[in-house]
Nanobody, 118 residues
Framework: QVQLVESGGGLVQPGGSLRLSCAASGSGFSINAMGWYRQTPGKQRELVAAISSGRINYIDTVLGRFTISRDNAKNAVYLQMNSLKPEDTAVYYC?????????????WGQGTQVTVSS
């Protein structure tokens, strides 16, 4: 079993910055991929950024503004969000794909609200 704990959301003015953190705990697994998704009311959850085997992907709308990073020693993933825009407002979810017992499993964080507003 893997537990994910997120932190770092909040209210920020347009143009501001926030840093999201997510740490995975548990035992008996190896992490295959880590990433961040976001969701607004009435819309599907969308991938914001992901990192896997050294490859990094971003949704086009955050390119040049958001940076995902990973600390393997801490089983943690971070999302540095700069130049935030009102359209970035959403609940952000940490996602981790682990490999254990010959099978891949997906886990989600509890979600953290990011609100960009003046």
């Amino acid at each position: 079993q893997v537990q994910l704990v997120e932190s770092g959301g909040g209210l920020v003015q347009p143009g501001g910055s926030l840093r999201l953190s997510c740490a995975a705990s548990g035992s008996g697994f190896s992490i295959n991929a880590m990433g961040w998704y976001r969701q607004t009311p009435g819309k599907q959850r969308e991938l914001v950024a992901a990192i896997s085997s050294g490859r990094i992907n971003y949704i086009d709308t955050v390119l040049g503004r958001f940076t995902i990073s990973r600390d393997n020693a801490k089983n943690a993933v971070y999302l540095q969000m700069n130049s935030l825009k009102p359209e970035d407002t959403a609940v952000y979810y940490c996602h981790v794909r682990v490999f254990a017992g010959g099978t891949y499993y997906d886990y989600w964080g509890q979600g953290t609200q990011v609100t960009v507003s003046s």
